[in-house]
């Protein structure tokens, strides 16, 4: 497709539920990448991927947080056993592999997580 | 920490005047990028500038960086109602790989007075 596509839109958890989110990179695009974005400001990014392989999990949560990136699927970002900390939007992006627009990132409209 | 910084926080002017926005960061990079957010939306790519230019336009943008001071401007001249947002500066990684996360500032809130 020619933008991100993210759904769900938004996603109500209870505390310790599970939660998944999903995010279609542009087509050709072999970078997908996830950010968090907590009370409108300050966005923490989270991970990276080329292609299907991890690129820079350093922003990752160690414990409850995992991504994936599968050949002819939607990325995910699943956090079991979610926590009202949790609440955020979390927004996907891609880029493409070189030329010019290399390092630029397309973000898709985000999932906003309400953790109850 | 937060790599980078926006100055000023919210920012408020009347349609026609110029925005100024600034930017401070800690780290050597690559590149830095300026991206615009509308409310509830996701972020817009507006400008790149890599760390060996000093000045760059785009249509009514203009962004300067100094490496030297670690800092770099946005300024949106003519401004209009449309430009109200959240603009944020976003640094990548000294490797300049296509993979690098980007680090985000806290952004300056615009808004253009009609």
Redesign the interface.
């Known amino acids: 497709g020619e933008e991100?596509a993210q759904t769900p839109k938004h996603l109500v958890r209870g505390e310790g539920q599970k939660a998944k989110l999903y995010c279609a990179p542009i087509k050709g695009h072999?970078?997908v990448?996830w950010?968090q974005q907590v009370l409108?400001?300050?966005?923490k990014?989270?991970?990276?991927?080329?292609n299907e392989n991890v690129?820079?999990e350093?922003?990752m949560p160690k414990e409850r947080f995992s991504a994936k990136c599968l050949p002819n699927s939607p990325c995910s970002l699943e956090i079991q056993a979610t926590k009202l900390e949790d609440s955020a939007v979390y927004?996907c992006?891609s880029?493409?592999?070189?030329g010019r627009g290399?390092?630029?990132?397309?973000?898709?409209?985000?999932t906003r997580l309400s953790v109850l | 920490s937060q790599q980078g910084e926006e100055d000023p926080q919210a920012l408020s002017i009347q349609e026609g005047e110029n925005a100024t926005m600034n930017c401070s960061y800690k780290t050597s990079i690559n590149n830095l990028q300026w991206y615009r957010q509308n409310s509830g939306r996701g972020l817009v790519h507006l400008i790149l500038i890599r760390s060996n230019e000093r000045e760059k336009h785009s249509g009514r943008l203009r962004v300067t960086l100094d490496t030297s001071k670690k800092s770099s401007s946005l300024l949106i001249t003519a401004s209009r109602a449309a430009d109200t947002a959240s603009y944020f500066c976003a640094t990548a990684a000294r490797s300049g790989g296509g993979a690098d996360g980007l680090t985000f500032g806290k952004g300056t809130h615009l808004i253009i007075q009609p």
């Open positions: 991100v072999s970078y990448f950010y409108k400001n300050e966005f990014f989270l991970i990276s991927f080329q690129f820079d350093t922003g927004f992006a880029s493409q592999p070189s290399k390092n630029i990132q397309y973000f898709g409209a985000g």
